[in-house]
C-alpha cells in the first residue's frame, strides 16, 4: 500500500510537469493538496513520507479524529469541504486555511471567533463559477463585494480564490470555470484592495489537473489519483449535516 501511494504520487507529479511543460509553466508555480477524505491516518502518513504534506479535509469531524494521528509530522491542513456556522470553532483549532468561505454572515462568525481566541486565520473565497446549485460558492458577480467586505475583518487574511470544475461536463465546459476564476482573480489585483493577496488560485482535481494548470491554478486539490476511488459521490463530502 505504501509504494502504491508512493508511486501514484509521482504519477501525479509527472503530469503536472508535463501539464506545466504545455502551458509554458513552471511546475514550482503549483501546490499539490492531498484531499484526504474519508482516508486514514495510516495511508496519510505515507504520503507524508513520500513528502506531500499540504492536505485538505472536507468535514470537520475527520479533520479533528485524524488531528492527533498526524500531529507528529510537521503538515498543513486545510478545509476545503462546506462549512456550517456551528462548526467554526473547532475548525479554527485543527485548520491553517479555510479554502469555502462564500459568504459575509459566514465570515463574520468566524472572525468573531478568531477574535475571542486572539488567532488569524487564511481563507479562500469559495466561487461557484459553473452556476450549479448543487454547489456552494458565491456568485462570480458578486466575489469583488464580497472580497471588499471581508478584507475589513483584522483577523482574516484572504490568500485567493477556489473553485470545482463542473462535474460531468465536457473539457470545454471545466475550462470556462477555471476562466471565470483567473478573471476573478485579475479584477481583485486590478482593485488593489488593502489587506487581499490573491496568489492562490485552488481549482483542479484528479481528472481535470491539466485543464486548471492550463488555465492558472496554483493549488490542485488531489485525492482518488492518489488514495484510490471513493465509495460516495463528491456531494456526499459538501455536505457537512452527512454521516461520515
Not at 498543513?76 to 459575509?104: M, P, R, W
Not at 476573478?184 to 488593489?192: L, P, T, Y
Amino acid at each position: 500500500m505504501e509504494t502504491m501511494i508512493k508511486e501514484n504520487i509521482q504519477r501525479i507529479t509527472a503530469r503536472i510537469t508535463a501539464a506545466c511543460k504545455k502551458a509554458g509553466r513552471n511546475p514550482q508555480e503549483l501546490q499539490l493538496l492531498l484531499a484526504t477524505k474519508t482516508v486514514e491516518p495510516e495511508r496519510i502518513l505515507q504520503a507524508f513520507a513520500a513528502g506531500c504534506t499540504l492536505i485538505g479535509e472536507n468535514k470537520v469531524q475527520e479533520l479533528r479524529d485524524k488531528y492527533e494521528a498526524l500531529a507528529a509530522v510537521p503538515h498543513t491542513a486545510h478545509f476545503i469541504g462546506h462549512l456550517q456556522s456551528n462548526k467554526i470553532k473547532e475548525v479554527v483549532q485543527y485548520a491553517q486555511c479555510i479554502q469555502s468561505v462564500d459568504n459575509l454572515d459566514l465570515a463574520a462568525k468566524l472572525e468573531h471567533r478568531l477574535a475571542q481566541e486572539d488567532k488569524s486565520m487564511d481563507i479562500l473565497i469559495q466561487v461557484n463559477t459553473s452556476a450549479e446549485e448543487s454547489k456552494f460558492g458565491c456568485k462570480p458577480e458578486e466575489t469583488e463585494s464580497l472580497v471588499r467586505a471581508i478584507s475589513c475583518f483584522p483577523h482574516i487574511a484572504i490568500r485567493g480564490f477556489m473553485t470545482i470544475g463542473a462535474l460531468s461536463a465536457g473539457e470545454d465546459k471545466t475550462r470556462e470555470c477555471f476562466r471565470c476564476l483567473k478573471q476573478i482573480q485579475k479584477r481583485i489585483i486590478a482593485a488593489a484592495l488593502p489587506n487581499v493577496s490573491t496568489e492562490i488560485l485552488s481549482m483542479g482535481m484528479s481528472g481535470d489537473l491539466e485543464i486548471a494548470v492550463e488555465e492558472g491554478s496554483t493549488m490542485l486539490r488531489i485525492g482518488s489519483a492518489v488514495f484510490g476511488e471513493r465509495h460516495y459521490p463528491d456531494s456526499y463530502y459538501w455536505n457537512e449535516n452527512s454521516p461520515v
